[in-house]
């Protein structure tokens, strides 16, 4: 009987049985709207969580955040692999490949929900292992963000591989930042990432040690991390003195940064300061608004953001939503709006009541932990989502989603903090783990229970998000009043691996039990080999590039499509009908897939087709193909050739243009198969004025710097143009020196060479940022170049140049008849009163 109705049910089956379909239709989230830049829908579909509420800009909000997160990862190097930026442009004062440490928690923090362990170990691991990183540059909370990590993936053996690291980090701030004395830390607003804040204005020189909030509580929950890192490690000695230093620093906090007169916590000085400041008194305890009843600012929540507050303490949290403190319109305030030194400024950055998403992400992650964490009474869940709100709200310009670094609180402008080419799309704040951690309330934890208990407003009748990867399995929860919205019964429904663990009537904070499955970070990876950022090589070249459009924006590791800032190789005005973009890696390697991701706008588009050929000895021949995906170029997303593996010392692709248009690539990437050895190259570049290692040959000098080190910023291999670079050259004299009409660069050769090229990349001022940096810098009026021929400095014959007439934040390419030289000058013919300047030079 029983084999009987099996064969019934497998017949039933056979006819009706399937997988239960998605909860949100992936294709519709897609198609909804029309702001994408990055269209790689198969990478969102692998790679994030999925969600739906009734309130439209969340939901638009939450994929407009993870898509800006692809506009900041960075491919820097095959030793470092992925990082993130916080501005897109990698502006000087950023470390290796435009990383920044100030955002780095808010960054690790949104990047633990996604399902990419490669990206996830990368950003982790970069900030120690990478020279240049500058991991302290900023306060931060690095070891308590990978704990957070931890907590997701639950990946025991990745986090006692990061107890180094984090014990590495600890080191440095107690060093440098803390004082035994008076068993605090300390550091200025500036590079707390509030860089005129009510406490710098108060003061001459705007420079202020502070003992914070904010850096204190970092510590604490970098402490605490360390402490169940270590525990895990098997190490508990260090994991008791770890929770004794955290417990230490937790009573030094209260004692001396909480003001019970203000109920808050408040900045400390660290010294004496005129106009009447005190050392070790608060905020407006001394100087010139001493016994004020003000100056509360927005870091006083920060210590809830690691749960280092009592639960006395949260009487704070009754400012949050009263107008007269911190709530705005778009808000909240920096600094609360009855203090004497309130302003919201026109311009960054002054963090004295300008909407600021930094802190925002900070009090509204705090809030969720009060709400999870204490017992209290001073606000409640419907606050969380009204800020929450608030915060969505304020992302948006001209009807689009958009953030940059600074809002008006009261009507939501960007203006003044939201500079063309520098502030686009920032990445200085979360909203992903808002949403997933805070709203959704699925509450990570490092054991086997998980507590989920959504924040969501109470008239919400359905929500729900998939795809949630947590401890090896995957997570959906669903609200569905009726069981009408997604036909999985009615209720507030978990599921872990398409199963139900719970469904109630209500929604409500449960447990749930999640059973770890092995969820590993760790393991042999591919690298990108085509990448270059300041080294010898790969070498990348072309057979034709727009002047504004150069070949090393292909190669910089940075992907995303639109045209400010810009990041892109087109063969715009080129006048063949086929080009092609080679990558030259110095030394045989072993490539298995290419990417190419193309650009699709105006006259440029993706090419009619095109053919990828492998460099073995002298001979350019096509690669066998096993697959490509898309079958056929698409623009704005990964176009990905695999083959099998094969050596070579170099790739070529070859583009027919599509009619009436041209082509272009954000970026080429030539990946080797997992775990593959990386050879050194041995090989010597085309470019003869390169010298990223600071060797003998090839040398500069000038007739403006002398010193050649100030002048290798010319040869070293890193390009770009933006304006906050700091890797340029310019012929500014120190002030009250005259200029000369003309200057030179000149580079030296160890021994004659043939050339016919010079490539000068031009740097200078946008008539946008006129009034900004080195606004006297300009395209010059003409560009020459001379060899020298026997002692003696002759023209070069017949040059060709383009474009004709120079032009900055291009490449100007002057080709000559062949000569054989021992150096060759530039001359920068000065369009006066303006100089010139430049970012790199190449000779060929």
């Known amino acids: 009987m029983s084999r009987f109705i099996f064969i019934i049910v497998a017949l039933i089956c056979l006819t009706g049985c399937h997988e239960a379909p998605p909860l949100i239709d992936k294709n519709q989230v897609f198609d909804r709207y029309d702001w994408w830049d990055n269209r790689d829908w198969d990478w969102y579909s692998e790679n994030i969580p999925f969600i739906e509420t009734p309130d439209d800009e969340i939901n638009e909000v939450y994929y407009y955040r993870w898509e800006v997160m692809t506009k900041h990862l960075t491919y820097g190097s095959p030793e470092t692999g992925y990082t993130f930026t916080e501005f897109i442009d990698r502006p000087f004062w950023s470390g290796t490949y435009g990383g920044i440490a100030c955002p ?60 180094p690291y984090m014990e590495e980090q600890m080191a440095g701030w107690v060093n440098e930042h803390f004082d035994p004395d008076h068993r605090l830390f300390f550091r200025t607003g500036h590079d707390d990432g509030m860089e005129v804040n009510i406490n710098s204005r108060q003061t001459e020189d705007g420079v202020v040690e502070g003992y914070r ?21 098997g190490q508990p000695e260090k994991a008791a003195e770890y929770a004794q230093r955290a417990a230490a620093l937790k009573t030094r906090v209260i004692e001396e940064l909480w003001d019970e007169r203000r109920q808050f916590f408040l900045h400390q000085w660290v010294d004496d300061h005129a106009p009447g400041i005190k050392a070790k008194t608060l905020t407006y305890e001394t100087g010139p608004f001493a016994g004020d009843e003000h100056g509360r600012e927005l870091i006083g929540y920060v210590p809830w953001q690691f749960n280092l507050p009592n639960s006395e303490h949260s009487v704070a949290w009754k400012f949050l939503m009263d107008p007269d403190y911190f709530y705005a319109p778009y808000g909240p305030t920096t600094a609360e709006q009855n203090d004497p030194q309130f302003f919201v400024s026109r311009n960054c950055c002054v963090w004295s009541g300008q909407s600021w998403p930094y802190a925002t992400t900070q009090t509204l992650v705090a809030l969720a932990n009060l709400l999870n964490n204490y017992k209290q009474n001073e606000i409640d869940a419907g606050a969380y989502a009204t800020m929450l709100h608030t915060y969505t709200r304020t992302q948006y310009k001209n009807g689009r989603p958009y953030i940059a670094e600074s809002a008006n609180p009261f009507d939501g402008s960007w203006s003044g903090s939201d500079l063309p080419n520098h502030s686009e799309h920032y990445l200085h704040s979360g909203y992903v783990d808002l949403i997933l951690g805070g709203l959704f309330g699925i509450r990570a934890s490092a054991g086997d229970s998980l507590r989920i208990n959504p924040l969501v407003p109470e008239d919400w009748r359905y929500f729900a998000v998939e795809g949630v990867s947590y401890h090896g399995r995957d997570l959906a929860l669903i609200w569905d009043l009726d069981g009408t919205r997604y036909g999985r019964g009615a209720g507030f429904t978990v599921f872990i691996d398409d199963k139900v663990v719970l469904n109630r009537s209500t929604v409500e904070s449960s447990i749930v039990h999640v059973k770890s499955r092995k969820a590993a970070l760790t393991f042999e990876r591919p690298h990108n080999l085509a990448v270059n950022n300041g080294r010898r090589f790969p070498e990348i070249t072309a057979s034709y590039s727009h002047p504004s459009t150069p070949p090393f924006y292909a190669n910089d590791g940075s992907i995303w499509y639109h045209d400010v800032p810009i990041n892109r190789w087109t063969t715009l005005d080129s006048p063949n009908a086929t080009d092609w973009i080679s990558i030259d890696f110095g030394v045989e390697q072993t490539i298995s897939e290419v990417k190419l991701y193309f650009i699709d706008d105006d006259l440029i588009a993706p090419p009619a087709s095109y053919v990828v050929e492998a460099l073995r000895g002298e001979r350019w021949t096509a690669i066998n193909e096993i697959k490509r995906h898309p079958e056929r170029s698409t623009g704005h997303r990964a176009n990905t050739i695999s083959f099998d593996a094969l050596d070579t010392e170099g790739l070529r692709v070859l583009f027919k243009h599509a009619d009436n248009r041209f082509t272009g690539l954000s970026e080429i990437e030539a990946w080797t198969p997992a775990g593959t050895q990386i050879n050194l190259p041995i090989g010597q570049p085309r470019n003869l004025a390169l010298n990223p290692d600071g060797a003998s040959f090839p040398r500069l000098s000038s007739s403006v710097a002398p010193d050649p080190n100030k002048l290798g910023v010319l040869i070293d291999g890193s390009f770009g143009f933006t304006t906050y670079q700091a890797n340029r050259w310019t012929a500014l004299r120190p002030e009250g020196e005259t200029p000369d009409s003309e200057d030179w660069i000149q580079i030296d050769f160890d021994a004659p060479r043939i050339v016919s090229q010079v490539d000068v990349y031009l740097w200078g001022d946008s008539p946008r940022y006129l009034g900004r940096i080195d606004s006297t810098v300009s395209a010059p009026r003409a560009l020459r170049i001379a060899a020298l021929r026997h002692g003696k400095w002759v023209p070069v014959d017949h040059v060709v140049q383009l474009p004709e007439s120079p032009q900055t934040m291009a490449r100007n390419t002057l080709r000559f008849d062949a000569i054989e030289t021992i150096a060759i000058r530039v001359y920068f013919k000065h369009n006066l009163p303006s100089l010139s300047g430049a970012t790199e030079i190449q000779i060929w």
Do not use: C
Request: aromatic share 16%; glycine share 6%.
């Open 213 to 233: 909030p904010t850096l204190n509580a970092y510590m604490f929950g970098d402490l605490t991390a360390l402490s169940r890192a270590a525990e895990m490690a």
């Open 104 to 163: 780095l928690g808010h960054q690790l923090s949104e990047v633990r929900w996604l399902k990419n362990p490669r990206i996830i170990d990368d950003f982790s691991r970069y900030w120690i292992d990478t020279e240049g990183a500058r991991p302290r540059n900023y306060s931060n909370w690095y070891g308590a963000a990978l704990w957070q990590i931890y907590e997701v993936w639950g990946d025991d053996a990745w986090i006692i591989s990061m107890l």
